[in-house]
């Protein structure tokens, strides 16, 4: 820990990866809500010409000129999926693909065109595949800063009319809002916050830093300004961690190990979130199983009872179980409901209502036949 | 052309063949994104493959990535089946998560041997003609060849025998289940076609080229032909002629042919895109204009017919008339009584419009209620 505050490569690289994390889950928050998921990947992948012919025109490896082909590209490409699914029959997932895969091998023929170069000095532009945080330098930093910074700045100045696009378009079309311009502004957001992150996870898998954080934050809340906080948090957390790791260790590239910590933050969100999580929700639904079989069984008794004068009349277990068949935890249920004091053992294998339970299940039983 | 030039492009053209014919019902299913996702997430399956074996051409190499590609199909739809997240965001999800695992097994564990990141990802076609099948000393040429031919024919075969039944369940499905032709198993036997080709291919081509072959070519057949069978033959047509046309590309530019056959299936894509004959923007464009005129010209034949012998018609029918009518701008109205005139729907006397007889008949058509 003493390490981050005075290791300047370390405080670099653990800047540089938070940074990209906190960017890229607020506005992967919107691509998610707006099942933009994938557009995410296309971007990603597009920007590897951006970058190409960026340095290729100017010779230049500044990030921010690097960042600026990147962005440039990634826009094209977006807007090229938005005219093919738009004029065309060819579907929103082939457009995806197609736009994915070309400016992806066109990027690859400029980046080996450029390796063939004479005394080109390529080195660093290998790194934008798969990503290398440890290459993160200061100047590298200050450059996603202030871009990210200035998206997050829109973020918070359009929050309103973001949440609309996210959730009911047309409502604010018919207040007059300008949503195709919000959405051209909300697009070219999400290229910032993918351009940002190339550098260290790479273009390859910079569409789960979009997804992944999103995906976890939306099991923990239904609101989207916690969403969007923690997707933020959980970003810039496995963002951290992930550059951490893959700097201590030799031969560990940056971007998948990135990438495998964020997908750990969603499986445990998906399994352990309270109210969505599987896990517990697993838990609920057999909770609320069991008592709906020991009401069952309560009720069973008290039909029986019914029968009789005297409601306690004890009844034998094999009727029960004649009368649920299949029930196979009829012993631990009335087990549960003489724990409870709604019935009582009466002899080996006869139970009878206890006076609780006769209230008990009076109370049920017209809950139940309510009209 | 030298020899391997020759291979080099046969290995590319069989490569995109291959992928065209599973590529056209991913394509039609809107399930393009799955090849992207399978042809990630097969990675950590040919890298334990090839821990277990040691070669990158067994077999097994193949059987494994197909399991993986097939349990990435199942992964999505467990992660999708949750509900918990949207389809696209569980394809995000889970391919990134296995070719990440898949990059980090190879960096730790195979960084000296043949298996290298970039090779997977962006293939190295050129390198095809030097792995060569010798049985008995003879040289029966570049193992890939046997290999991808190997996989094309069980993808000819498989949508040979199960053509009627992909083309309903990819139509409707609804019906192929109703029927009793189990659309699940048919996906699922499309999906492992698809990891199987994958992975057969990535060695070749890299894992995104193998996106673009499977996408691009049917994507831009989709645009030629309304039927499938024609889609089938164009998409593997266009997809071989990108590999040739993509090799020679990457020859005169000196660069990664993988790329170079990407990049010419977009050029393909893009061509089709403009120019297809029905459905190119240019042709949707010139319909649209021409239906225009078209509109416009029967619009003002039912005018006139809707005045004519009556006492306004000397003023309604008049030329300088159209704009307060009809609010026609000035030259747009005097296009449409020159090309309603050309057509022969119209007349003129003095500056009064008349109908012609076949002008009459079709303002008369046009107005026609039931």
């Given amino acids: 820990m003493e390490e981050l505050l005075t290791d300047y490569t370390l405080r670099t690289v653990a800047l540089g990866a938070g940074l990209l994390g906190v960017v890229s889950g607020a506005l992967g928050t919107f691509a998610v809500l707006r099942r933009q998921s994938l557009l995410g990947d296309a971007i990603s992948h597009a920007a590897l010409p951006g970058i190409g012919l960026a340095f290729l025109l100017t010779g230049s490896k500044l990030p921010l000129v690097l960042m600026i082909g990147a962005a440039l590209a990634g826009w094209c490409a977006t807007a090229l999926v938005m005219a093919i699914t738009g004029t065309t029959r060819v579907k929103y997932d082939s457009a995806l693909g197609l736009v994915l895969s070309v400016f992806f091998g066109a990027g690859l023929v400029i980046l080996t065109v450029i390796q063939k170069l004479p005394d080109a000095n390529q080195a660093g532009l290998d790194a934008f595949l798969f990503g290398q945080a440890a290459a993160l330098v200061e100047r590298d930093v200050v450059t996603m800063a202030a871009l990210g910074g200035v998206s997050l700045l829109m973020v918070a100045l359009f929050w309103k009319e973001f949440k609309l696009l996210a959730f009911n378009e047309d409502f604010g079309r018919s207040l007059g809002l300008p949503m195709r311009q919000l959405d051209l502004l909300l697009t070219t957001l999400l290229v910032i916050a993918i351009v940002i992150g190339l550098q260290t996870v790479g273009v390859v898998l910079m569409s789960a830093m979009i997804i992944a954080p999103a995906a976890a934050a939306r099991q923990w809340t239904d609101r989207l300004g916690y969403m969007v906080l923690i997707a933020m948090g959980a970003g810039a957390l496995s963002g951290v961690a992930g550059a951490l790791v893959s700097t201590s260790a030799a031969r560990l590239p940056t971007g998948p190990t990135i990438v495998l910590c964020i997908s750990g933050v969603v499986v445990v969100s998906m399994l352990f979130a309270p109210n969505r999580g599987l896990a517990l929700r697993a838990l609920r639904h057999r909770t609320s199983n069991t008592r709906l079989q020991r009401e069952a069984t309560l009720l069973d008794l008290y039909q029986l009872a019914r029968q009789h004068a005297a409601q306690d009349h004890p009844h034998a277990e094999a009727t029960l179980v004649a009368m649920q068949p299949g029930a196979g935890s009829l012993r631990r249920q009335l087990r549960a409901l003489a724990e409870l004091g709604l019935i009582r053992p009466v002899g080996k294998h006869e139970w009878a209502l206890t006076p609780e339970g006769i209230a008990e299940s009076r109370r049920l039983y017209s809950e139940r036949n309510q009209p | ?370």
């Fill in chain 2, 1 to 370: 052309m030298t020899l391997f030039q020759l291979e080099i492009q046969l290995v590319a053209a069989i490569v995109a063949g291959a992928c065209a014919l599973p590529g056209t019902f991913l394509v039609l299913r809107s399930m393009a994104m799955m090849s992207d996702a399978i042809s990630h997430a097969i990675l950590p399956g040919l890298v334990v493959a090839f821990f277990l074996t040691g070669s990158l051409n067994s077999p097994l190499l193949l059987a494994g990535g197909a399991a993986v590609g097939v349990c990435t199909v199942a992964l999505v739809e467990l992660v999708r089946r949750t509900r918990l997240v949207r389809e696209d965001a569980a394809i995000g999800l889970v391919f990134p998560a296995l070719f990440s695992a898949g990059v980090i097994l190879i960096a730790r564990y195979a960084g000296d041997v043949h298996l290298d990141t970039d090779a997977v990802l962006l293939g190295e076609l050129a390198l095809a003609p030097f792995d060569r099948w010798i049985v008995g000393g003879y040289d029966l040429g570049p193992q890939a060849l046997y290999t991808m031919s190997t996989v094309a024919l069980a993808s000819v075969l498989f949508v040979t025998l199960f053509y009627k039944e992909l083309q309903l369940a990819t139509f409707d499905a609804a019906l192929a289940a109703t029927l009793g032709l189990m659309p699940v198993v048919l996906h699922y036997a499309l999906m492992a076609l698809v990891s199987v080709t994958a992975v057969a291919a990535f060695d070749a081509v890299g894992s995104i080229l193998v996106v673009a072959l499977m996408v691009g070519p049917p994507a831009a057949a989709h645009l030629l032909t309304d039927r499938l069978d024609r889609m089938v033959f164009l998409g593997v047509g266009i997809g071989v002629g990108c590999a040739v046309s993509g090799y020679w590309l990457a020859h005169a530019l000196d660069a990664s042919i993988a790329g170079s056959m990407a990049t010419t299936v977009g050029v393909a894509f893009l061509y089709v895109f403009l120019f297809a004959p029905a459905r190119g923007v240019v042709a949707v464009q010139r319909r649209r204009r021409r239906q225009r005129w078209t509109f416009a010209c029967k619009m003002l034949t039912i005018h006139l017919m809707q005045h004519e012998n009556l006492p306004d018609a000397a003023l309604e029918c008049h030329i300088d008339h159209l704009q307060d009518h009809l609010r026609w701008e000035v030259d747009f109205a005097g296009n449409v009584v020159r090309q309603a005139t050309q057509a022969g729907l119209i007349g003129q006397v003095g500056s009064q419009l008349v109908l012609t007889t076949a002008g009459r008949r079709l303002a008369n058509e046009a107005i026609v209620r039931d």
